[in-house]
C-alpha cells in the first residue's frame, strides 16, 4: 500500500513570512541591487511566479522587511517588558536586549542597512522614516511612563531622548557591521545608556 505524501498548506500569512525570510538571506548573501525575485523564490522552494501572487515586485519584499524587523523588535520588547512595571528599568532592557538580538541576527542587520543606502527611492525612504519613528515612539512612552511614575523628571524632553536611543540603536548595529568588536564592547554602550537615562532621571 503506498502511502500519499500531503504537501502542508500554508496561509497567506505564513506564506508571506516564508518570502521574507527568504528575501533576508537572499538580499544579506548578495544585495538588494543585484538579487533577483527568482533568487527569494529558489532559497524559498518555490516558484517565482508564487512570490508575485504575494509580492509585487523586489521591492515590496524588501518594504516588507523592513516592517518585519521593526515590528518583531517591538513585539520582543512587549514581551520582554510583560512584567516590567519600573520605566527606567524598561529602557536599560529593552536597549540591551537590542544589543544582544543584533548579535544573534546579522543578516536582519546587513538588510537594514542595505535598505539606508537605497533611500533615494521615496518608497524605502518613507518605509525608513515610519519603521524609526514607530521605535521612537514606543521609546517614549515608556518615558511617559516614568514621568508618571516619578522616575522622570515632569519637564524632561523625553522624544529627544527617544531619537538619541534610537540613534545609540544606529551606532550599535554600525560598529557592529563595521567589526568593532574591540573597541565598543557592551559596556561602552551601557555608558552612553545610562548618560541617557541620567539626564531625564528625576
Do not use: C
Not at 505564513?14 to 548578495?30: D, H, L, N, P, T
Not at 527568482?38 to 508575485?52: K, Q, R
Amino acid at each position: 500500500m503506498t502511502v500519499k505524501k500531503t504537501r502542508k498548506r500554508f496561509t497567506a500569512d505564513q506564506r508571506r513570512s516564508q518570502i521574507i525570510r527568504a528575501g533576508i538571506k537572499i538580499f544579506a548573501k548578495s544585495n538588494y541591487r543585484v538579487a533577483r525575485v527568482v533568487d527569494i523564490a529558489s532559497e524559498a522552494g518555490i516558484s517565482d511566479a508564487l512570490i508575485y501572487k504575494y509580492f509585487p515586485s523586489k521591492k515590496a519584499v524588501l518594504l516588507a522587511i523592513i516592517d518585519h524587523i521593526s515590528r518583531k523588535m517591538i513585539r520582543l520588547w512587549d514581551e520582554d517588558l510583560e512584567k516590567e512595571e519600573d520605566a527606567l528599568t524598561a529602557l536599560r532592557k529593552i536597549v540591551r536586549s537590542y544589543y544582544s538580538r543584533m548579535l544573534q541576527h546579522p543578516e536582519e542587520l546587513t538588510v537594514h542597512f542595505q535598505a539606508v543606502s537605497e533611500i533615494a527611492d521615496a518608497d524605502i525612504a518613507d518605509r525608513l522614516r515610519l519603521s524609526y519613528e514607530r521605535i521612537a515612539v514606543y521609546h517614549s512612552k515608556i518615558m511617559q511612563k516614568g514621568i508618571r511614575q516619578g522616575t522622570i523628571r515632569k519637564d524632561a524632553d523625553v522624544d529627544t531622548v527617544a531619537w538619541a536611543l534610537n540613534g545609540l540603536g544606529m551606532f550599535m548595529n554600525m560598529t557592529r557591521l563595521l567589526s568593532f568588536k574591540g573597541t565598543f564592547r557592551e559596556e561602552f554602550f551601557d555608558n552612553i545608556l545610562e548618560t541617557l537615562i541620567d539626564s531625564v532621571r528625576s
